[in-house]
């Protein structure tokens, strides 16, 4: 349970904007949108390489500049 303290004469808004940025730390939306549907792991494992493989030539092309 998320938990933020107000303080006396503290807008509203900014409680909130507190609340959800607290919220989306936590990652509970992402946990539950990916928990939707069924990936299988070597998906995931090919999407995670994929991933690094790109990284890894964004820091080549930024060392070479």
Same mark, same amino acid.
């Given at each position: 349970m998320i938990i933020i303290p107000v303080k006396e004469g503290e807008?509203?808004?900014r409680a909130l904007?507190?609340?959800?940025r607290k919220f989306e730390k936590t990652g509970a939306m992402r946990e539950l949108r990916s928990r939707q549907r069924f990936?299988?792991?070597s998906?995931?494992?090919r999407e995670q390489r @994929?991933?690094?493989i790109y990284v890894q030539q964004l820091r080549q092309? %930024? %060392?070479? @500049?």
């Open positions: 807008n509203i808004d904007k507190k609340f959800k990936t299988k792991p998906v995931v494992n @994929l991933k690094a092309a %930024e %060392e070479g @500049l």
